[in-house]
């Protein structure tokens, strides 16, 4: 049977502005890719909406936001990236709308990327399996932030103290998302993505998740991703394009 091949991304860009909802969410399908582009020179930076504090079960919020951003500080620097922004916003019922679309586009005007990443924001993960309220939400505002960032006249109250529209963003693309039509090969940063789940060892740990392998795990979408690309590993991407008429 003829699988539907994807088409490879577009790697002639500078900065890439990753927003997603909780840490972790890049480590679950996108941090082998980031270390291919953080290899190549490219400057990522990334961008927590939340800091995951209604994650841990076993741990309260003040608790659990310490030890999931210690997590994921460690966790983006296994793949090159030296910059993490908390949002701080309310885990598990964020909610889209203005106030989402208003802080996600300031951190866009602060960064000026040429690419803006985040997660499956899609209802379901292209099965049965329900996706999360806030990746939802977030996904969702990405989209609308972005073109917020390049309006002058929305969001007006940001421009202060040297912060500018920024209307650059060329694309953005949405990992994991069960109507992806394009991917980048993982296979020579496959072993960085494995570690920088592992680095995430508290937060699956309170999950229970006793057996869990992050390299069998990952493994499974990389190889069926990179049978569509040519490649042995790879992570697929939904792309929307920013520009008119695009």
Same mark, same amino acid.
């Given at each position: 049977?003829?699988?539907?091949?994807?088409? *490879?991304?577009? $790697? @002639?860009?500078?900065?890439?502005?990753?927003?997603?909802?909780? *840490?972790?969410?890049?480590?679950?399908?996108?941090?082998?890719?980031?270390?291919?582009?953080?290899?190549?020179?490219?400057?990522?930076?990334?961008?927590?909406?939340?800091?995951?504090?209604?994650?841990?079960?076993?741990?309260?919020? @003040?608790?659990?936001?310490?030890?999931? $951003?210690?997590?994921?500080?460690?966790?983006?620097?296994?793949?090159?990236?030296?910059?993490?922004?908390?949002?701080?916003?309310?885990?598990?019922?964020?909610?889209?709308?203005?106030?989402?679309?208003?802080?996600?586009?300031?951190?866009?005007?602060?960064?000026?990327? @040429?690419?803006?990443?985040?997660?499956?924001?899609?209802?379901?993960?292209?099965?049965?399996?329900?996706?999360?309220?806030?990746?939802?939400? &977030?996904?969702?505002?990405?989209?609308?932030?972005?073109? @917020?960032?390049?309006?002058?006249?929305?969001?007006?109250?940001?421009?202060?103290?040297?912060?500018?529209?920024?209307?650059?963003?060329?694309?953005?693309?949405?990992?994991?998302? *069960?109507?992806?039509?394009?991917?980048?090969? &993982? &296979?020579?940063?496959?072993?960085?993505?494995?570690?920088?789940?592992?680095?995430?060892?508290?937060?699956?740990?309170?999950?229970?998740?006793?057996?869990?392998?992050?390299?069998?795990?990952?493994?499974?979408?990389?190889?069926?991703?990179?049978?569509?690309?040519?490649?042995?590993?790879?992570?697929?991407?939904?792309?929307?394009?920013?520009?008119?008429? $695009?």
């Amino acid at each position: 049977m003829d699988i539907e091949r994807l088409e *490879p991304l577009a $790697e @002639d860009w500078e900065r890439a502005l990753c927003v997603v909802a909780h *840490p972790d969410d890049m480590e679950f399908g996108a941090a082998a890719a980031v270390a291919r582009w953080t290899g190549q020179g490219k400057q990522v930076t990334y961008c927590m909406v939340t800091s995951g504090e209604a994650g841990i079960d076993g741990l309260g919020p @003040d608790e659990c936001r310490t030890v999931r $951003e210690a997590e994921q500080v460690a966790s983006a620097a296994v793949v090159g990236v030296p910059d993490v922004v908390f949002l701080g916003l309310p885990d598990g019922i964020l909610e889209y709308g203005v106030p989402l679309r208003r802080e996600i586009a300031r951190v866009v005007r602060r960064y000026r990327p @040429d690419i803006v990443i985040t997660g499956n924001f899609q209802d379901t993960w292209g099965g049965r399996n329900l996706n999360q309220a806030d990746h939802i939400a &977030t996904g969702r505002a990405v989209l609308d932030a972005v073109r @917020d960032a390049g309006n002058r006249w929305v969001f007006n109250e940001q421009l202060v103290d040297g912060l500018e529209p920024w209307g650059g963003v060329r694309e953005v693309w949405a990992f994991g998302s *069960p109507d992806s039509g394009h991917a980048v090969d &993982t &296979t020579d940063t496959f072993d960085a993505g494995v570690a920088s789940l592992e680095a995430h060892g508290a937060y699956i740990e309170g999950l229970g998740w006793e057996d869990f392998d992050a390299r069998e795990f990952l493994e499974g979408m990389a190889r069926q991703t990179g049978q569509r690309l040519g490649t042995p590993f790879a992570a697929p991407f939904q792309v929307f394009a920013m520009g008119w008429g $695009e």
